[in-house]
DNA sequence: CCGAATCCCATGAGATACTG
DNA sequence: CAGTATCTCATGGGATTCGG
């Protein structure tokens, strides 16, 4: 999501701005729409593995197509271990990486700030701003 | 990002899966590439109030609009709270609501986890992958 | 079974210009 | 000063199809 519009169009120069902030770079990844529902999931299933399509089935709604890509990028960045077991039909599995793990301690907070409090932001789309005093 | 695409297209039918996920809803509003930013620069100045002048001038890349826009959202959302001072031209002070203040603390987080391990993230994309002996 | 490739649209976001 | 409006483009991500 970041570095999304990195685009220099017509006569603007470059050099959009820092684009070395880890908090930025972390949340483009884990802002992709599956990450961190995988990382949850895998989290979950800690220390075992998971197969591909044991993955899906535990994540509602994906595709495989993106499945794929966001394991991959998880893989990429060190926060999945992927296994391949040549059996005749490949088997693949999944577990995370000690690095991945610890990513599930900060986005579990973010899970439970989400699941404490999304219900006051969707009053407060409502227009429910009411007898609050404050805010 | 979530519901982004609650397309539809061609002959495929709808009800996508459960938008009901608040961790999702979240990371779809967080992720949005000011929001993280925004919240930590209101969350450094709180108790105080700052400037759109202000603000702009602590976020280095953003656009007047995007900042418009981000601030639009959090205050939709509850997270902030909007100060128009009728003066001449007019001033418009930003601080965020308790609510705000709240989501600062798992954002700390993810930010504390940036900054440690996004480093060993790098080294990951660029193949690093020597002698861990494990992940 | 696992995934790569292709196609295709809607959304995020920058640049620019205009208003009270 | 503090926005809003318009234009444009690249990216995210779903559907679908092909490969090993």
Redo the contacts with the bound molecule.
Sequence with gaps: ?TS????V????RGD?FDPDCPTRRLL?RIG???TSMAVKVLAEASPGEL????L?RRMP?????????T??ALARDGLVH?R?EPTV????FYRLTTLGLSLDAPLAAVRAWAEEHMAEVDRANRGYSEPVADD
Aim: glycine share 12%; hydrophobic share 40%.
């Design positions: 999501m999304r519009h990195g685009r169009p017509g006569g603007a959009l483009d992709t729409k599956w197969r591909f399509a044991e899906r709604g994906v595709s495989q197509k993106m499945l794929s890509v394991l991959r992927r391949v039909p490949p088997a693949v």
